[in-house]
C-alpha cells in the first residue's frame, strides 16, 4: 500500500484530528539534488583528499538530498547491485523515497511538540 493509498483510507474513515500528510511532506520539500557516489567522488578533489580507487560500484549508489522549508536536510539512498540492472531514474525514485521516509518522523515530531505547547 503507498502513501496516497493509506491516505485516501484514511480520508474514507474520516480520520480529520492534527496529523501529517503525504501533501504536508511534500509541500515542505523546498529542493532537491542527485548525484552518484561516482560523481561525488570525481567532485570531491577541493576537498583535499584523493579516491581510494576507481569502485564501479560508486557508479550505481544514487544518493537523494531533500532541503526542507527550514533550511534542514535529508538524505535517501539506493545501490544496485549490477550494472546490468541499473537505472538512473529507478535509483533516483528509490533514493527519493527513502529521503521522504525520514521527514515523516521529523514533520511528527514539529506537531507534537506544536499541540503540546498548545494545550
Not at 31 to 56: C, H, I
Request: charged letters at 20%; aromatic letters at 6%; a negative charge.
Amino acid at each position: 500500500m503507498n502513501d496516497q493509498a493509506i491516505e485516501q483510507e484514511i480520508q474514507d474513515k474520516g480520520l480529520t484530528a492534527p496529523r501529517v500528510t503525504p501533501g504536508d511532506v511534500e509541500r515542505n520539500i523546498r529542493s532537491e539534488f542527485y548525484f552518484t557516489a561516482g560523481e561525488g567522488v570525481l567532485g570531491q578533489s577541493q576537498m583535499g583528499t584523493k579516491p581510494a580507487g576507481n569502485a564501479d560500484s560508486l557508479n550505481r549508489l544514487t544518493f537523494c538530498v531533500l532541503v526542507l522549508a527550514n533550511g534542514f536536510t535529508v538524505t535517501g539512498e539506493s545501490a544496485c547491485v549490477t550494472k546490468a540492472n541499473f537505472d538512473a531514474e529507478i535509483g533516483k525514485k528509490v533514493a527519493r523515497q527513502n529521503a521522504i521516509t525520514k521527514i515523516w518522523p521529523l514533520m511528527g515530531y514539529e506537531l507534537t511538540q506544536r499541540l503540546h505547547v498548545e494545550s
